[in-house]
């Protein structure tokens, strides 16, 4: 493994760092209450990352198995329990466990704790996960058609 090419080839280095007080509020709230802050978008780190904190209440919610084709998924609990299934068992996670996803690795989360929990998602590279998670309300109102387009869309392909 070596470093990648460079992607800067100043001499003097730039005044470019990005600050978000942990006062922000979330930039989306589900109506069970749960929310997502985008903390890095693909957009603001040209492409390299995304990263969002997952804020969930005690109520059971969560994405079924699934995998991605383009993206890795990384997991860190910050809070409470979050379970983690990484394709093979769901894991009881607790603060301080990590979990990293590959492309292609089936996986999912539940927050079954009957107590709030919260995790940061990583994903690189940075897709525009933003839409897919402001479009998961709207599958309601979809055929079964436009929730497939949508799916594949965002790179998530469901196991049964």
Known sequence: MTY???RYHGDTGLV???????????ELTY???NTVHYLATGATTDGQFGLYRWVMGPEPSGPSPHFHR???ESFYVLEGSVRI?????WIDTEPGDWVHVPEGGVHAFRNESGAPATMLLHFA????????????PELAGMSEEEKAEFFIR???????
């Open 85 to 89: 299934y990484d394709g093979a068992r």
């Open 31 to 33: 109506a069970n209450g």
């Open 4 to 6: 990648p090419e460079p």
């Open 70 to 72: 383009s993206i890795s």
């Open 154 to 160: 965002h790179d998530t392909y469901w196991v049964s």
């Open 16 to 26: 470019a760092a990005t600050y978000r007080p942990a006062g922000h509020g979330p």
């Open 125 to 136: 590279p940075g897709a525009p996960r933003e839409g897919y998670f402001e479009g998961l």
